[in-house]
DNA sequence: GTTTGACCTTGCCATAATGGTAAGGTTTAG
DNA sequence: CTAAACCTTACCATTATGGCAAGGTCAAAC
């Protein structure tokens, strides 16, 4: 059942990059994979289940400092969910404050477009509006 | 009228960091300032102005390859509102992709965060879900 | 048995915008 | 004259990702 993969098929199977694989690596979020004679790093089922993890862990925004943290909770079983769930509410307050960020952003830029007649004239609301002194 | 401020005092009026200011004469976004005799550079009142107006299109998170753009339409009095409006578009198009997928990212991590008792046990719904094959 | 193509390796560079630090020159106020 | 508050350049760090180059390896086709 020892199916070992290289870091090309690693890839695949887990969704990542073989540039990101060891690059996680790399920076100690991974262990050190074991190698053949000449040097493949090679990939078993537990680790394709890491690198999963880590891949879905991405798609939620979390930086690779919080997977870190995630993936020894995980490995832990004496964690406390309360960790989980402090890491969890903490990045969701940072998207809360992106998106906050953005829309106002959007709404701002939004209001200038809608007054910019974005025809042949030199004309335009928006260069007016970033030139104010404000 | 002439007045020159320094760097920091140039700093000041805009809301840029000095450090700031050095970069985007050095990328090109502005003109090489005049200089003391000491080597210190002074802004008149219409690279001020300049500031200004970077600062603010920083604010709507415009980058600075598209202030570059958005400073020559300025300064251009033959340029169509057209091109303004578009860049601005273009611009508005990215900020509303990146709201949708933060707020994707917020309804699955509110949910599973939800899901999460957080306390002292160590079972987590968000865990399991980060391990799941998918 | 050699060639070829598809892998793998490491290492360096680049991105975007910003901040920090260090080593050193200048100006101004006391 | 000296000390504080400026200024200068140059280099490094951040975050996550990609690209390229030079070279080793493996498997299949000839």
Redesign the pocket.
């Given at each position: 059942m020892a199916t070992l993969l290289?870091?090309?098929?690693a890839a695949k199977e887990s969704g990542l990059?073989?540039?990101?694989i060891?690059?996680y690596e790399q920076s100690g979020l991974l262990r050190k994979s074991p190698r053949?004679?000449?040097?493949?790093?090679l990939y078993n089922s537990e680790q394709i289940n890491q690198l999963r993890f880590i891949r879905q862990a991405?798609s939620l925004g979390f930086?690779?400092?919080d997977i870190q943290s995630l993936l020894e909770l995980w490995q832990d079983p004496q964690r406390e969910s309360r960790a989980v769930k402090q890491l969890a509410q903490q990045h969701l307050n940072e998207i809360t404050s992106k998106i906050a960020e953005l829309q106002h952003m959007q709404q701002v830029l939004t209001a200038l477009a809608d007054s910019c007649r974005g025809d042949g004239s030199p004309h335009c609301h928006i260069l007016q509006q970033l030139a104010k002194p404000n």
């Open positions: 290289t870091i090309g098929d990059s073989a540039k990101m060891r690059h053949t004679d000449a040097g493949y790093r991405r930086s690779l400092h």
